[in-house]
């Protein structure tokens, strides 16, 4: 398969910075390698550069960073469109702000297949606040609300080729959701899996249906993956962890379901912050993860000496 990284080193739509070095600690722990390894090919475009900046206020006094955003997803849509012709992108975030612009550039390359486009999103978060809900004003809790067309970010994010229907989009591994993000959850189409839901049927039962209907729409899927998908104590680099998160083995079934199924098309790997890592444990553990999704087994995985 041919593989495009894609690094996009956007840092100010989380609360702390340090996303910024994702980029380069995915580079580091070695994913081209990993993903070499499995047979694939895979070019390394580097990093997006941002579009010029328009200067912007939004009435919402907590949304801070908005132009530089905006910048952002206008230059990470055309790149998500440009690399995905004959490739599979993956996107090396950055925080997860990056997902308004891979999500929407997706979209319009999915829609010119003539097939559905489905998203599914790992995470503790359901990042579906609106320009005017967010409270922190951090905008990598809005990317969801963005790519599947919601109110109030004309005017100032591009305008979408192909909005996500809501019906096309699936959450695990949610523990964190703010009461306006609730609200909207109520009224929308969005499947959300909880942790709960995990505990009571297993990730790979939630897992299977949701898959079960991409494969019925004859669809493609992005898959986007936030670092605090995962229980902290494995996976501490990131800013906003939240306890009872996916393990090891869960989130590795997970990819490997995703590969197995044939059908996802592109993939985020956000919110990693280096500056709060162990030792490059999580970059690792990202790569990794980003392996099993590409098609590394367990019977792949040789025992370690010591
Ligand atoms: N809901 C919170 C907020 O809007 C947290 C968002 C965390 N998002 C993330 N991509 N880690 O500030
Ligand atoms: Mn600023
Ligand atoms: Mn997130
Ligand atoms: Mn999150």
Same mark, same amino acid.
């Given at each position: ?106 979209? $319009? ?25 967010? $409270? ?25 080729? +192909? ?88 989130? +590795? ?43 590394? $087994? ?9």
């Amino acid at each position: 398969m041919d593989i495009r990284l894609i690094g996009a080193p956007l840092q100010i739509g989380a609360g702390q910075l340090g996303c910024e070095m994702g980029p380069s600690a995915y580079r580091i722990a070695g994913l081209t390698r990993a993903l070499e390894d499995l047979g694939h090919r895979v070019v390394d475009t580097g990093n997006v550069t941002p579009a010029p900046l328009k200067e912007f206020s939004h009435p919402n006094p907590a949304v801070h960073h908005l132009a530089e955003t905006v910048a952002w997803t206008e230059a990470l849509t055309d790149a998500a469109y440009r690399e995905s012709a004959s490739a599979v992108p993956i996107f090396l975030g950055g925080d997860h702000a990056i997902s308004a612009g891979t999500v929407a550039g997706m979209a $319009r390359r999915v829609a010119e297949s003539g097939r559905p486009f489905f998203v599914l999103w790992l995470d503790a978060h359901t990042d579906c606040h609106t320009l005017e809900t967010t $409270r922190s004003g951090n905008l990598h809790g809005t990317p969801v609300a963005y790519f599947s067309g919601r109110d109030g970010f004309a005017g100032y994010f591009p305008p979408l080729s +192909h909005a996500v229907p809501e019906e096309n989009i699936g959450m695990i591994g949610i523990r964190s959701v703010d009461p306006a993000e609730r609200a909207a959850l109520e009224k929308s189409g969005i499947t959300v899996h909880d942790m709960r839901s995990i505990d009571e049927h297993g990730v790979a039962v939630l897992l299977r249906a949701f898959l079960a209907k991409v494969q019925a729409a004859n669809g493609l899927l992005h898959v986007s993956l936030d670092v605090d998908f995962l229980e902290p104590s494995i996976a501490p680099a990131v800013g906003t962890t939240v306890p009872g998160g996916a393990t090891f083995r869960e989130a +590795h079934l997970v990819m490997e379901m995703l590969h197995d199924s044939g059908l996802v098309c592109s993939l985020d790997l956000v919110e990693l912050n280096p500056f709060l890592d162990e030792r490059g444990r999580t970059a690792t553990l990202m790569v990794d993860l980003a392996a099993s999704l590409m098609g590394k $087994r367990v019977m792949d995985r040789p025992t370690r000496a010591g």
